[in-house]
């Protein structure tokens, strides 16, 4: 076996927990060092770890050769230049969603980082879970025929004092936008990798219910390439919030899948009922495992660790990860314009 990769994570926010938590569990990495500009956060967070490498100025701490792999946790605008230094340093990269929130930023990204040696993964571990891999695996086989109809329901809650929490919540500079971009981007990177590539979108993004600069409400039209037809709503604005689902309505049937699970699954002259899935579950290495929730994020780092290890291509390049973030910034430039996009 391999020996096990020094793993960092700059940025000890709200989603670094996700990423300790599975850098912890995987066997193949070990949680090495952690960093923020706010020494607080970073002690803190290393001392819920036990990691005694802590770093208030990542571009010291990619002066250290025991680093492997360097997870970026930091606000989305942010992303794409500690990328590009972390592989330029030598180090492989697994960069959370969205990989960049400009298009220009994400060539730019791209073009350096391909210029480089180093494995990078991109973070949409939602394809991992096994109800939307089977849908997947349906939809490719062809057994419910052409694709009609498909519709993305994201309606979710976001109080006031959670874009208030943090400077940088609900600005272009640095979120990129808001509910499509934050948060409905891991069911938009879904959306599209169910259906196939959009042709054309039109859409309305509003600021209704909150004092930010971005979106908290958007509808969207769409059609793919496929010839089929779809919508979009994505809120953080509504109260209660709803579980988030994805409804394809086929020629020979229809599927809806969420996160609920798989809630229909009809298939016309087929007597087969809903699929059964069994998510992974993944054992833990710490004092106390029962602390460290198996999360799909267990899989995106062992998918980029088995790529170095093994020098293979990570699940999601930066390629992949950017059609998700394109999508988005197309429908934020037609609310704008008011008009429709044609790719």
């Known amino acids: 076996m391999s020996r096990k990769l020094n793993w960092a ?32 956060k970073a002690k803190a967070k290393a001392e819920i770890y036990g990691v005694k490498n802590i770093y208030t100025d990542y571009k010291e701490m990619l002066k250290n050769p025991e680093i492997d792999v360097v997870s970026i946790c930091t606000p989305s605008g942010m ?16 960069v959370e969603k969205p990989m960049e929130i400009t298009k220009a930023k994400i060539d730019k990204m791209i073009e350096e980082l391909e210029a480089t040696n180093v494995k990078v993964g991109c973070v949409f571990q939602r394809r991992t879970e096994a109800k939307f891999a089977k849908v997947k695996e349906a939809v490719e086989s062809g057994k419910f025929g052409k694709l009609l109809l498909a519709e993305a329901s994201m309606k979710m809650f976001r109080s006031q004092a959670y874009y208030d929490s943090g400077e940088w919540r609900g600005t272009w500079e640095l979120d990129g936008g808001g509910c499509l971009m934050n948060q409905a981007v891991h069911m938009i990177d879904l959306f599209i990798w169910l259906t ?20 908290d409400t958007v509808v969207a039209s769409v059609e793919f390439e496929n010839g089929a037809i779809g919508s979009l709503v994505g809120a953080t604005s509504v109260t209660p919030a709803q579980a988030q ?11 809806t899948v969420g996160d609920n699970g798989i809630e229909q699954w009809s298939l016309e002259g087929s007597d087969e009922g809903i699929p059964e899935v069994k998510e992974p ?19 995106m780092v062992k998918d980029l ?33 008011n008009k429709e996009i044609v790719y």
Do not use: Q, W
């Open 245 to 255: 689902k994805i409804n394809l309505h086929f020629e020979k049937g229809s599927i």
């Open 281 to 299: 579950t993944f054992g833990g290495v710490s004092s106390d495992p029962t602390k460290l929730p198996a999360t799909s994020h267990v899989i």
């Open 9 to 40: 994570v700059i940025g000890c926010g709200a989603i670094s927990k996700s990423h300790c938590d599975a850098i912890m569990v995987a066997e193949e990495t070990e949680l090495y060092a952690v960093c923020d500009i706010i020494e607080e």
């Open 196 to 215: 196939g590539k959009p042709k054309t979108v039109f859409a309305k993004c509003r600021t209704l219910a909150r004092n930010i600069e971005v979106e």
């Open 79 to 94: 992303h794409g230049e500690m990328a590009v230094e972390v592989a330029r340093a030598g180090k492989h990269v697994l």
């Open 305 to 337: 660790a088995n790529a170095i290890n093994n020098d293979t291509k990570p699940m999601i390049t930066p390629r992949e990860g950017r059609t998700a973030v394109d999508f988005i910034l197309d429908i934020y430039e037609s609310s704008k314009e």
